[in-house]
């Protein structure tokens, strides 16, 4: 196809308008799309070339006739191209390759140190990524796009980490341009506890448009979609509901230098400190859980107090935001009920009668996964956009 076709069949958004028709998988005749677009069908056919071209739509053939020759239908071709999705902790790194649909094809878990730094810490990434795309039998041409979740605070248009307090030398690091000099292709990162919002969201509640997520393991942290998008604020820290003062936090000191911050008396190492006080065996949040599980009274008691902790801010939160939806996730929401019961006892309590009067609490039901789920969404949602499609597409 030469320039001035593929400019005259492209027009100022290109293959990409018909691309976004096909994201969602479904199939549909070169009729239906000139129908939603109000192109000709020649238009339409030579903006689909280009989309076959690249392998990102093909023939789907289920279609049915109506008489005569059967519609020809095309949809997304879903492996066409992976996306890598990372999501790390203070220990641990959760790898996976996934589908332009966001369906996971393979999963690793490392255990790392955030502390060793980003060079050490993201070239172990790369290097369990090359080991995934060699188990697929994929290469790094077949990649599109990378979604990474990080631990601390995360300038988003930068991805530079923001005074991350458990991450030393991360701060103010150009994590996308260190990945693309190995991975090259776009790098998207974000706090943890975002990535894990947008994962549940589009695991479980794919149409609330308001929706709050509340990660309680080692620190405690929100991601916010109010109206169906992200806010992450001026500087990133949106939902660090953590430090947040409380009453019950008088004369604590927190990690990050205040007193009576909601973290330093409701995290798991906190309630695994205040359990130890008590003579148990407790030495974090692992143990709380177990202890929980097994009946012990004072972890009982311990979580659903820390519940009551968490639903003093999270009060503030329903009144300021009106959720329709709170999802409690991390490692503390597998103590079970005692959290939530805390977190309902005090939200549905205070807060404002109409904001809580179709107001959902939940577990998280993406469990360990919402993070994956989550930094494949922000990968594929931006390999995916129509600018990406048609930067792909003029290439062609």
């Known amino acids: 196809m030469s320039d001035t076709t593929r400019s005259s069949a492209l027009g100022s958004t290109g293959a990409s308008e018909i691309f976004q028709l096909l994201r969602d998988g479904a199939p549909r005749t070169r009729a239906e799309l000139a129908a939603m677009t109000g192109l000709a069908r020649s238009t339409i056919g030579l903006r689909l070339d280009v989309l076959a071209e690249l392998g990102l739509v093909g023939p789907y053939a289920d279609a049915v006739s109506t008489g005569g020759r059967p519609p020809s239908r095309v949809a997304l071709v879903p492996s066409a191209r992976v996306v890598l999705a990372a999501d ?3 220990g641990h790194v959760n790898l996976a390759l996934t589908d332009l649909m966001g369906v996971e094809l393979t999963s690793d878990r490392r255990l790392i140190d955030i502390a060793d730094g980003p060079e050490t810490t993201l070239g172990g990434m790369v290097t369990g990524a090359d080991a995934l795309l060699d188990r697929l039998g994929r290469t790094r041409d077949d990649l ?3 979604g990474i979740g990080l631990p601390g605070p995360v300038q988003f248009s930068t991805g530079r980490p923001v005074n991350p307090p458990i991450m030393p030398g991360w701060d103010g690091f150009d994590v996308p341009g260190w990945v693309r000099r190995h991975l090259d292709v776009p ?3 974000d706090n943890d506890v975002n ?14 448009d308001h929706f709050l997520f509340v990660k309680v393991a080692t620190g405690i942290g929100s991601g916010l979609i109010p109206g169906g998008r992200p806010q992450r604020g001026a500087q990133g820290i949106a939902g660090d509901i953590g430090h947040v003062q409380i009453p019950r936090g008088a004369g604590v000191v927190c990690h990050c230098g205040n007193v009576g911050c ?15 006080a008590l003579g148990h065996d407790c030495e974090g949040g692992r143990q709380v859980v177990e202890l929980v599980r097994a009946g012990n009274l004072d972890a009982v008691q311990a979580v659903r107090q820390a519940g009551r902790d968490l639903g003093e801010v999270l009060t503030a939160c329903v009144n300021m935001i009106n959720p329709s939806v709170i999802a409690i996730g991390g490692s503390m929401a597998q103590a079970g009920e005692h959290l939530l019961a805390g977190v309902r006892e005090v939200v549905y309590q205070r807060s404002m009668p109409l904001a809580t009067e179709h107001l959902t609490i939940v577990p998280s039901r993406a469990g360990d996964r ?5 930094a494949s969404m922000l990968a594929i949602h931006h390999a995916l956009s129509p600018a990406a499609i048609d930067e792909l597409a003029a290439a062609v």
């Open 144 to 146: 599109i796009g990378i």
């Open 195 to 208: 990535i894990m919002a947008l994962g549940e969201r589009s695991h479980a509640w794919p149409g609330t």
């Open 187 to 189: 790098v998207l990162v």
């Open 262 to 276: 909601l973290e330093a008396v409701a995290s798991g190492p906190a309630l695994a400190r205040s359990l130890r």
């Open 370 to 374: 919402a993070g994956l789920m989550g």
């Open 88 to 90: 790390f902790g203070a």
